[in-house]
């Protein structure tokens, strides 16, 4: 078995385990088993955290959104363990330093950028590929009939519980504008944008040495996920495809027309 055959075939369990978990459809079995009511039928007709908080309380709301951030990120750790921790048999593989015995897929961050990350099998942090996949399960998800939400809760997911500084910085600056306008839409939106920038420029200070390659971690995301261009994509993709969920929420923006929220 080649290098190349082995990514593939990860990035599809990856991809899978993803959508598996994004599948789950947290605001829809909520709503029928404690108020035998669907979310998608009722109020914004959103499988989201914001309409189960409309429809049955803010508290709801508070869980829907919180169990939906966990189920993007716990792919993610798992993906992670498997593949830095499992040790796979490298015997019969071609491509790679190792020529036999058992090691793990991807080294850690620190050995990723030193020479010694050519000795390992996948070369790439492809963990990252979990949260995007999870998206893309909870905005059609195979247990709700492919109806889900709008990807708010994954995108504040992969964010806060995957980089401190991400969950400091960005959280601050979505309740502020929350704070401040009261549109719940418009600070979703604003904050895709914030952490997009925020995370390239990270990730270019790291791939081109400005930030030294074994402290690059320290600052943001502890000494296990790899926030390199790879990151950055992910990131960047999956607030596209939250913003482009929110298209009428931006037109009743421009119209003047969407609901306010009067919790906050």
Known sequence: ?????INI???????IIGYFFGSIPTAVWVGKIFFHQ??????????GGTNAGRLWGKKVGFCVILLDMIKTIAPLYICWAIYTFAKFDYAGITGAGFTSGYHPLIADVKTFYTSANELYAIQWPIYWLAPLAVMIGHCWPMFAN???GKAASNFMG??????????????????????WKK?????????????TVITWIWALLVMFKVIPNDIAWLPMYGPSLNPN?????VVTIMAIVMIARHHENIARLRAGTE???KWM
């Open 1 to 5: 078995m080649n290098i190349l055959l």
């Open 9 to 15: 075939l990860v990035a599809l369990f990856t991809i």
């Open 38 to 47: 669907d979310p998608r039928n009722l109020g914004s007709h959103n499988a």
């Open 146 to 148: 492919f109806k889900g």
């Open 158 to 179: 992969i964010t806060v519980m995957s980089s401190w500084m991400l969950g400091f910085l960005p959280g601050f600056f979505y309740l502020g504008v929350l704070k």
């Open 183 to 195: 549109y719940v839409s418009l600070s979703a939106i604003l904050q895709g944008i914030f952490v």
């Open 229 to 233: 261009w790879v990151y950055a994509t």
């Open 259 to 261: 609901r306010k929220i």
